[in-house]
Nanobody, 123 residues
Framework: QVQLEESGGGLVQAGDSLRLSCTSSTSTFSTYATAWFRQAPGKEREFVAA???????AVADSLKGRFTISRDNPKATVYLRMSSLKPEDTGVYYCARSRNSVIYSSPVDYITWGQGTQVTVSS
Protein backbone atom coordinates (compact mmCIF):
# COMPACT_ATOMS: atom_id res chain seq x y z
CA GLN A 1 0.00 0.00 0.00
CA VAL A 2 1.34 3.39 -1.00
CA GLN A 3 2.09 5.76 1.82
CA LEU A 4 2.84 9.46 1.59
CA GLU A 5 4.65 11.41 4.26
CA GLU A 6 4.79 15.19 4.42
CA SER A 7 7.45 17.18 6.21
CA GLY A 8 8.78 20.70 6.44
CA GLY A 9 5.90 22.52 8.08
CA GLY A 10 6.32 24.84 11.02
CA LEU A 11 5.77 28.28 12.48
CA VAL A 12 7.09 31.16 10.39
CA GLN A 13 6.60 34.89 10.13
CA ALA A 14 4.82 36.71 7.35
CA GLY A 15 7.16 37.20 4.42
CA ASP A 16 9.19 34.08 5.15
CA SER A 17 9.67 31.10 2.86
CA LEU A 18 9.17 27.42 3.51
CA ARG A 19 9.67 24.21 1.57
CA LEU A 20 7.45 21.23 2.14
CA SER A 21 8.37 17.71 1.10
CA CYS A 22 6.18 14.75 0.27
CA THR A 23 7.89 11.38 0.08
CA SER A 24 6.30 8.21 -1.23
CA SER A 25 6.95 4.72 0.04
CA THR A 26 6.94 3.23 -3.48
CA SER A 27 8.85 3.80 -6.69
CA THR A 28 5.63 3.84 -8.76
CA PHE A 29 5.06 7.27 -7.28
CA SER A 30 6.59 8.85 -10.39
CA THR A 31 3.89 7.52 -12.75
CA TYR A 32 1.11 9.46 -11.07
CA ALA A 33 0.28 13.10 -10.69
CA THR A 34 0.82 14.43 -7.19
CA ALA A 35 -0.83 17.43 -5.63
CA TRP A 36 -0.72 19.61 -2.58
CA PHE A 37 -3.92 20.68 -0.88
CA ARG A 38 -4.40 22.75 2.22
CA GLN A 39 -7.10 23.13 4.79
CA ALA A 40 -7.59 25.99 7.18
CA PRO A 41 -9.72 25.61 10.33
CA GLY A 42 -13.41 25.71 9.45
CA LYS A 43 -12.74 25.73 5.72
CA GLU A 44 -12.85 23.18 2.95
CA ARG A 45 -9.76 21.53 1.61
CA GLU A 46 -8.45 23.55 -1.32
CA PHE A 47 -6.16 22.80 -4.23
CA VAL A 48 -2.71 24.38 -4.03
CA ALA A 49 -0.57 22.88 -6.78
CA ALA A 50 0.07 19.66 -8.68
CA UNK A 51 2.69 18.09 -10.89
CA UNK A 52 2.64 15.31 -13.45
CA UNK A 53 5.30 12.68 -13.86
CA UNK A 54 6.74 14.51 -16.85
CA UNK A 55 7.08 17.70 -14.88
CA UNK A 56 4.17 19.80 -16.11
CA UNK A 57 2.59 21.71 -13.27
CA ALA A 58 -0.52 23.56 -12.19
CA VAL A 59 -0.77 26.12 -9.41
CA ALA A 60 -3.90 27.72 -7.99
CA ASP A 61 -4.37 31.12 -9.60
CA SER A 62 -4.33 32.93 -6.26
CA LEU A 63 -0.95 31.39 -5.39
CA LYS A 64 0.91 31.82 -8.67
CA GLY A 65 4.09 33.75 -8.25
CA ARG A 66 4.52 32.67 -4.62
CA PHE A 67 4.17 28.87 -4.68
CA THR A 68 6.03 26.46 -6.92
CA ILE A 69 5.93 22.67 -7.11
CA SER A 70 8.66 20.33 -8.25
CA ARG A 71 9.53 16.66 -8.03
CA ASP A 72 12.55 14.43 -7.74
CA ASN A 73 11.50 11.08 -9.14
CA PRO A 74 14.57 9.07 -8.02
CA LYS A 75 13.85 10.25 -4.49
CA ALA A 76 10.10 9.70 -4.91
CA THR A 77 9.61 13.17 -3.48
CA VAL A 78 7.51 16.17 -4.43
CA TYR A 79 8.31 19.61 -3.07
CA LEU A 80 6.21 22.68 -2.49
CA ARG A 81 8.18 25.87 -2.27
CA MET A 82 6.25 28.70 -0.62
CA SER A 83 7.53 32.25 -0.50
CA SER A 84 6.24 35.60 0.76
CA LEU A 85 4.03 33.69 3.15
CA LYS A 86 0.94 35.37 4.54
CA PRO A 87 -1.15 34.63 7.64
CA GLU A 88 -3.93 33.39 5.34
CA ASP A 89 -1.59 30.62 4.16
CA THR A 90 -1.94 29.04 7.57
CA GLY A 91 -3.38 25.53 7.54
CA VAL A 92 -2.62 21.87 7.29
CA TYR A 93 -0.93 20.99 4.03
CA TYR A 94 -1.55 17.57 2.54
CA CYS A 95 0.03 15.82 -0.38
CA ALA A 96 -2.03 13.39 -2.41
CA ARG A 97 -1.60 10.99 -5.28
CA SER A 98 -3.93 11.23 -8.25
CA ARG A 99 -5.87 8.21 -9.46
CA ASN A 100 -3.83 8.45 -12.68
CA SER A 101 -1.31 10.72 -14.38
CA VAL A 102 -3.78 13.58 -14.80
CA ILE A 103 -3.85 16.71 -12.68
CA TYR A 104 -7.19 17.38 -11.01
CA SER A 105 -8.16 20.25 -8.75
CA SER A 106 -10.78 18.34 -6.81
CA PRO A 107 -9.70 16.25 -3.82
CA VAL A 108 -12.13 13.49 -4.81
CA ASP A 109 -9.81 12.53 -7.67
CA TYR A 110 -6.92 11.76 -5.35
CA ILE A 111 -6.80 8.31 -3.84
CA THR A 112 -3.88 8.37 -1.45
CA TRP A 113 -3.26 11.05 1.15
CA GLY A 114 -0.58 11.85 3.65
CA GLN A 115 -1.29 12.80 7.24
CA GLY A 116 -0.57 16.46 6.64
CA THR A 117 1.91 18.98 7.97
CA GLN A 118 0.94 22.13 9.84
CA VAL A 119 2.02 25.51 8.49
CA THR A 120 1.41 28.53 10.68
CA VAL A 121 2.25 32.02 9.49
CA SER A 122 2.28 34.73 12.13
CA SER A 123 1.71 38.37 11.29
Amino acid sequence: QVQLEESGGGLVQAGDSLRLSCTSSTSTFSTYATAWFRQAPGKEREFVAAIRSGGSTAVADSLKGRFTISRDNPKATVYLRMSSLKPEDTGVYYCARSRNSVIYSSPVDYITWGQGTQVTVSS
